[in-house]
């Protein structure tokens, strides 16, 4: 039997959506497996709990695992989990929506199906939940939605209805899937349109749209429903409605702090805003390393079809059949080269090419396509282009992780394009002599065949650390800097770039080559620090006793960063004390007689759970988060702290326990309290906020330890969220500011004679390391992948040098200062 694995950002969206599609087997169904939200409080979701869940499903899916992805992040944490895993199932991912494709992926596989046909039903049960929808003017204010006309939401239908808007937060991710899920099961048609804003939704059973209508709290929002089951859709959508759509309902004056446009701007579609990345004005490293050899420039890039000519009528239904076949030749195209990656050193690659060749058969996009030939004369090639360059730009206005992904519908375009002129698809180049490989931005799919190679090294002028294609590069190992010199660099000239610092140097000196060259750093063997002898604790950050187990078998010193998550993320009721217990144990017995910290549930923002109600909040990151969750639903903190104690009982670890999200010295008193009436010690909290860092004295005073996350003390020092891409300049651990406050919480540990860990992303960077062993932190929490590296960094050092990087770099003017100061103060 084939099994499912569902990744998605919202545990509440993941779970409705499997528990709507599990009825129709009654019971009956494959073995499935849920890996919903991210374990580090940041946007998506968890490469290593998508792995776990999928080697969990494959010990009884005999036949292999579908595996769904909502959007953005949750895709690549889907593609980068292959590698991770340890099983050896066949594994697939699809793009096949979660409600529809897993209602006929679980019917298909509880009948037997195949791999390949259960992945054929879900993607044949896709309705346009990918396709861009616009505000259906005539001057073009925004893509036209697929299976109906631009009007089709305010046409009158066979039954119409109005409801209000009583959710808290609106239509949010967890009410649309809700509403999908159940209109999806009615043979109707339901258009909404949103009577505030105007904009309209022409299928409502596409989650994806919903998320577009914009409905807040006490909007007014008409549906149409036409077709078999018009009246019995209606009536759904109001009593589902009248419950909030699952969530409950509240009084709309609630939400008055942020209201709607003016009444008189209610009938006028409002365009999407755009938002343009900001300028890389200076080069960011996004994977660590350093690569030597000749640039090559990826190809120039498909031109722009032109836009005059028009199709004569009487051609346009022969023009218009042309598009399919060419999304279709495409997708063959791309699957034909994954099903050549048969080196499990290239499943990554393998998985991202069969991910864009699922976005090649999503119909709806060729539909649009085809549409703009028959109605308006657009020649196939123009009409491709505006259509999926209209849904790229959608994409991007949103911002953050999805405006990355814009690269991707790119990407297609230029294959689709391509085979509509004859033209070549853009590829990688092939030649045997190592390269770094040079363009403003390059697709994904090309990305994972980088590993194919002889690629050393990546250099392109937009992206992020979160962009598909720096993940992808970073899995494969290779070097990657994202610099406003790459248009600059010329083909075949000499080029050494450093991932770590971002430094392109031109035709480097033989010495410089002669140190990139050097040997790959020495395994970790159990014990850092300095070469002087300060010790400084090497730790490990885990979720899950997959995680610790790999940590385990790279020698970190214990656990610097266990994160709970995964025992409360994917629930509709807070766990009981013997579920925590099963979910702990399997960490705690990886290390025995080691340091195991253990961080309390870190929930709110980003990661809301359905048993802990909390009002809506403008600004969730600055909401009720971490421990703060303790104060609107005390029990689930005792509950956990329970379990905590009786974990620590049945193991031989030594279990300590800090809280998240600790701002002032009283926090850090209840919650040392609290943890203590329990009995468990040593206790300790996370050095998140600027606050919490200034006055580290009193915090300490309070604790037994603390331990710094340095990607939310970024994060709130330079006000710079740390999912968006275009302010990664900002958000930069080496940061003056954050090395400052860092050094503020090393004092204070060093005068109390308390540790001081940062378990951050931080601690994983080798140049950084000695800075923050300098700043006065006694022991860094990272990746198992990273404990090498690390470690070979600081053996290099003396303290003294690691204090005078630390003094250097936090008196520099900016993070590219602070980088060259500390390198020169530890050459």
């Not at 569902?6 to 993941?14: E, G, I, M, Y």
């Not at 036949?63 to 889907?78: N, Q, Y």
């Not at 028009?310 to 598009?323: L, N, W």
Request: proline share 7%.
């Amino acid at each position: 039997m084939v099994g499912i694995v569902v990744v998605s950002h919202s545990a509440a969206l993941a779970t409705a959506a499997l528990e709507l599609a599990s009825q129709m087997t009654q019971g009956d169904g494959p073995p499935t497996a849920l890996a919903a939200g991210t374990a580090d409080g940041g946007l998506g979701t968890d490469a290593t709990r998508v792995a776990d869940a999928i080697d969990e499903v494959a010990e009884s899916a005999g036949d292999g695992v579908l595996v769904f992805a909502d959007l953005g992040s949750a895709v690549l944490s889907a593609e980068l989990a292959l590698e991770l895993r340890v099983s050896d199932a066949p594994v697939r991912l699809t793009s096949a929506p979660l409600v529809e494709g897993l209602v006929a992926a679980l019917v298909s596989a509880a009948a037997g199906a195949s791999l390949d046909a259960v992945a054929a039903e879900a993607e044949g049960a896709l309705t346009p939940k990918q396709a861009h929808l616009g505000e259906g003017d005539a001057g073009g204010a925004g893509p036209v939605p697929p299976r109906a006309e631009p009007d089709a939401a305010t046409r009158p239908g066979d039954v119409t209805a109005r409801v209000i808007i009583g959710n808290s937060a609106g239509l949010h991710a967890r009410p649309a899937a809700t509403l999908a899920g159940a209109l999806g099961t009615f043979s109707a048609t339901v258009a909404l349109r949103n009577l505030r804003t105007g904009r309209t939704v022409a299928d409502a059973a596409s989650m994806s749209s919903l998320l577009t209508l914009d409905a807040r709290l006490g909007d007014e929002v008409e549906a149409n429903a036409s077709g078999t089951d018009a009246s019995a859709a209606v009536a759904e959508f109001e009593r589902l409605a009248a419950e909030g759509f699952g969530e409950g309902v509240v009084d709309p004056a609630a939400n008055a702090a942020t209201p709607g446009p003016a009444p008189e701007a209610a009938s006028r579609p409002v365009a999407p805003r755009r938002r343009h990345a900001r300028p890389v004005t200076r080069a960011i490293g996004v994977s660590p390393g350093i690569a030597v050899g000749e640039v090559v420039r990826l190809g120039e890039p498909i031109p722009e079809p032109g836009g005059d000519a028009v199709v004569a009528e009487a051609e346009r239904a022969s023009a218009a059949a042309s598009v399919a076949p060419a999304f279709d030749a495409v997708r063959e195209g791309l699957e034909r080269r994954a099903a050549q990656l048969t080196d499990p050193r290239f499943s990554e690659a393998r998985a991202v090419l069969e991910a864009t060749a699922a976005l090649a058969s999503d119909r709806a996009l060729a539909a649009q396509a085809a549409r703009r030939v028959t109605d308006a004369g657009a020649p196939p090639a123009r009409a491709v282009w505006d259509a999926l360059g209209e849904f790229a730009e959608t994409l991007a206005a949103q911002g953050g992780a999805m405006a990355e992904r814009a690269a991707d519908v790119r990407d297609l375009r230029s294959r689709v394009v391509a085979r509509l002129t004859g033209g070549v698809e853009p590829g990688l180049p092939e030649r045997p002599e190592p390269f770094v490989l040079v363009a403003d931005e390059f697709a994904p799919a090309d990305a994972a065949l980088l590993g194919t190679t002889a690629c050393v090294g990546v250099v392109t002028a937009s992206g992020g650390p979160t962009s598909h294609t720096s993940i992808l590069v970073r899995s494969l190992g290779l070097p990657a800097v994202v610099s406003p010199r790459a248009p600059q660099l010329a083909e075949g000239e000499a080029v050494l770039i450093d991932g770590t610092t971002g430094e392109v140097v031109v035709n480097p000196s033989e010495e410089r080559v002669a140190q990139a060259s050097a040997p790959a750093a020495p395994s970790f063997s159990g014990a850092g620090g300095t070469s002087d002898g300060h010790r400084v604790e090497l730790l490990v950050n885990v979720a899950s006793g997959g995680d610790a187990e790999r940590g385990a078998a790279a020698h970190a010193e214990g656990v610097g960063l266990f994160r709970t998550e995964l025992a409360f993320i994917d629930r509709q009721t807070a766990p009981t004390v013997d579920e925590q217990v099963a979910e702990y144990r399997p960490v705690l017995a990886a290390f025995p007689g080691r340091k195991v910290v253990v961080r309390t549930l870190d929930a709110g923002s980003d990661k809301p759970l359905a048993f802990i109600e909390t009002d809506a909040e403008p600004n969730p990151a600055l909401g009720v988060r971490g421990y703060r969750t303790a104060a609107v639903a005390p029990e689930v903190l005792e509950v956990q702290l329970d379990a905590l104690a009786a974990v620590a009982q049945a193991e031989a670890a030594r279990v300590e326990v800090m809280a998240p999200m600790i701002a002032t010295a009283a926090e850090a008193r209840e919650f040392a309290t609290a943890a203590r009436a329990h009995g468990l010690g040593p206790v300790g909290a996370m050095i998140e906020t600027p606050s919490a860092a200034l006055t580290a004295r009193e915090v300490l005073a309070e604790l037994d330890f603390v331990s710094i996350g340095t990607n939310d003390l970024a994060q709130y020092t330079l006000a710079a969220d740390r999912e968006l891409a275009e302010l990664a300049e900002l958000n930069d651990p080496w940061q003056p500011a954050v090395l400052r406050l860092i050094g503020l919480v090393g004092v204070a540990g060093a005068e109390a004679g308390k540790p001081v860990g940062v378990c951050g992303e931080a601690a994983s960077d080798p140049g950084l390391a000695p800075v923050l062993v300098g700043l006065g932190v006694t022991s860094l929490s990272m990746s198992a992948r990273a404990l090498d590296q690390v470690a070979a960094s600081l053996a290099r050092v003396t303290f003294a040098q690691c204090a005078a990087a630390a003094s250097a770099a936090s008196a520099a003017a900016d993070p590219f200062a602070a980088r060259e100061a500390a390198a020169a103060a530890l050459a």
